[in-house]
């Protein structure tokens, strides 16, 4: 059974840090790349970072790059998305989410192309 699972989340004022986790399994971890996806009320699903170990590559949108930072452990199949300097309007359910195909910049951001999701983890960042 397919599986991803995110913690981590939690409150926080502006400024502060947060690290979020998205622990895979029932796959082949190393074949997939990961996304961090967010959703606030009322709004859109948006991508926030992906990284593909396999190709060496990451993205990040606009709004976090500078800011926040994401890594990858293969042997404990798990992805970070470490969050600094945060603000009011980072507060959002953030999501992970598997792609079993190679990332490009112009397509990662797209929620449809990602085959496998977790549950997601608030985050909310108070002014």
């Known amino acids: 059974e397919v599986q991803l699972v995110e913690s981590g989340g939690g409150l926080v004022q502006a400024g502060g840090s947060l690290r979020l986790s998205c622990a895979a399994s029932?796959?082949?971890?190393?074949?997939?790349?990961i996304g961090w996806f967010r959703q606030a009320p009322g709004k859109e699903r948006e991508g926030v970072s992906c990284i593909s170990s396999r190709h060496g590559r990451t993205y990040y949108a606009d709004s976090v790059k500078g800011r926040f930072t994401i890594s990858s452990d293969n042997a404990k199949n798990t992805v970070y998305l470490q969050m600094n300097s945060l603000k009011p309007e980072d507060t959002a359910v953030y999501f992970c989410a598997a792609l079993d195909i190679l990332p490009r910049s112009w397509s990662w951001s797209s929620p449809h192309l990602y085959d496998y999701w977790g549950q997601g983890t608030q985050v909310t960042v108070s002014s």
């Open positions: 029932g796959f082949t971890f190393g074949d997939y790349a």
